[in-house]
């Protein structure tokens, strides 16, 4: 089955709803007026048993009526029907009506013929219209639910199928780490696995995201003093901090303890991606290796940051 990909899974379920709703109707109703058929021959035949010990007028055998013993016959029968939720009534059985009032019955009125030896009686049935209440139920709504599942699945499924041998689905997109600055958060874009960072780690780890940004090829390293442009962008997102909340403390030295502060980061970094560490490189400051190499080689910039790659909330 080809749907139009236009059509959207809500669209398919509201459709489907109604269709189905529209076809339970239908055969609810044609039940109940198949019920109230069937009840109304079986009205017939308990009647037509009890006429015996009935006293209903009788012109040929110039018999009375007694009405009132009629009436209350009329009446059980209605009340039985009413107990057991049955949707007819007996209104009146050879003129004599089954309640003395004759309250107006909201219903369709039938008129039946009762042949008995010598005689015809007339029996008047009210069936009651089909009740709105009856007219709904959770089933279509069940079956529009698993219809739209099924479909859905099949289209995904044929749209898979019928890529061309040298097509191929769209590249995912690049994993992205994600910096809020109102929650003074790290998190990536892989399964949304945020950490809490103190403020000089983070400011100073924020600056050197953009400094990495600003400056392709930066060079870093330990036995150099930190370039003021990265220091003042670490001090810029302190006062960011400020203004957000996050601290009223005095301004750190950021010219300090860079080991510390890297080493928080990159614990941050390893938790952020803690359960996909495949895509940390490029926003992890590298560690130093081997003997001598911090102090003449070894460069913690971003190499590999791209600006895609990265997103910054509440700058």
Same mark, same amino acid.
């Given at each position: 089955?080809?749907?139009?990909?236009?059509?959207?899974?809500?669209?398919?379920?509201?459709?489907?709803? &109604?269709?189905?709703?529209?076809?339970?109707?239908?055969?609810?109703? /044609?039940?109940?007026?198949?019920?109230?058929?069937?009840?109304?021959?079986?009205?017939?035949?308990?009647?037509?048993?009890?006429?015996?010990? =009935?006293?209903?007028?009788?012109?040929?055998?110039?018999?009375?009526?007694?009405?009132?013993?009629?009436?209350?016959?009329?009446?059980?029968?209605?009340?039985?029907?009413?107990?057991? +939720?049955?949707?007819?009534?007996?209104?009146?059985?050879?003129?004599?009506?089954?309640? /003395?009032?004759?309250?107006?019955?909201?219903?369709?009125?039938?008129?039946?013929? &009762?042949?008995?030896?010598?005689?015809?009686?007339?029996?008047?049935?009210?069936?009651?219209?089909?009740?709105?209440?009856?007219?709904?139920?959770?089933?279509?709504?069940?079956?529009?639910?698993?219809?739209?599942?099924?479909?859905?699945?099949?289209?995904?499924?044929?749209?898979?199928?019928?890529?061309?041998?040298?097509?191929?689905?769209?590249?995912?997109?690049?994993?992205?780490?994600?910096?809020?600055?109102?929650?003074?958060? =790290?998190?990536?874009?892989?399964?949304?696995?945020?950490? /809490?960072?103190?403020?000089?780690?983070?400011?100073?780890?924020?600056?050197?995201?953009?400094?990495?940004?600003?400056?392709?090829?930066?060079?870093?390293?330990?036995?150099?003093?930190?370039?003021?442009?990265?220091?003042?962008?670490?001090?810029?997102?302190?006062?960011?901090?400020?203004?957000? +909340?996050?601290?009223?403390?005095?301004?750190?030295?950021?010219?300090?303890?860079?080991?510390?502060?890297?080493?928080?980061?990159?614990?941050?970094?390893?938790?952020?991606?803690?359960?996909?560490?495949?895509?940390?490189?490029?926003?992890?400051?590298?560690?130093? /290796?081997?003997? +001598?190499?911090?102090?003449?080689?070894?460069?913690?910039?971003?190499?590999?940051?791209?600006?895609?790659?990265?997103?910054?909330?509440?700058?």
């Amino acid at each position: 089955m080809r749907l139009d990909p236009r059509i959207t899974p809500a669209l398919l379920f509201i459709g489907s709803l &109604l269709v189905l709703q529209m076809v339970y109707f239908f055969a609810a109703r /044609q039940a109940h007026y198949q019920q109230a058929g069937t009840l109304a021959l079986a009205l017939e035949k308990r009647i037509a048993l009890d006429l015996p010990w =009935l006293r209903l007028p009788n012109d040929v055998m110039n018999n009375v009526a007694d009405e009132e013993s009629v009436r209350q016959y009329l009446s059980k029968l209605n009340e039985l029907s009413l107990l057991k +939720g049955y949707s007819i009534r007996v209104l009146a059985l050879q003129g004599i009506s089954a309640s /003395q009032s004759k309250p107006e019955f909201d219903g369709i009125i039938q008129q039946h013929k &009762l042949q008995i030896p010598g005689q015809t009686l007339t029996l008047q049935l009210g069936v009651q219209h089909f009740p709105l209440a009856k007219a709904f139920s959770i089933f279509p709504l069940l079956a529009a639910l698993l219809f739209t599942l099924l479909i859905s699945s099949s289209r995904r499924e044929t749209t898979d199928e019928q890529l061309e041998p040298g097509e191929s689905p769209s590249e995912p997109a690049l994993p992205r780490l994600i910096v809020n600055l109102q929650e003074r958060t =790290l998190s990536n874009s892989v399964d949304n696995r945020q950490i /809490q960072l103190s403020n000089k780690p983070f400011c100073f780890y924020v600056a050197l995201l953009e400094y990495c940004l600003q400056h392709e090829n930066a060079a870093l390293n330990h036995n150099k003093n930190i370039p003021e442009e990265l220091l003042e962008l670490a001090n810029r997102y302190f006062y960011r901090l400020i203004e957000l +909340g996050h601290t009223i403390r005095k301004r750190p030295d950021f010219s300090s303890n860079l080991d510390k502060m890297l080493s928080e980061i990159r614990a941050a970094l390893d938790d952020v991606f803690r359960d996909c560490p495949e895509f940390k490189a490029a926003f992890y400051p590298p560690k130093a /290796q081997g003997e +001598g190499s911090r102090s003449k080689l070894h460069n913690y910039a971003l190499e590999q940051l791209q600006a895609e790659t990265l997103e910054i909330i509440g700058k």
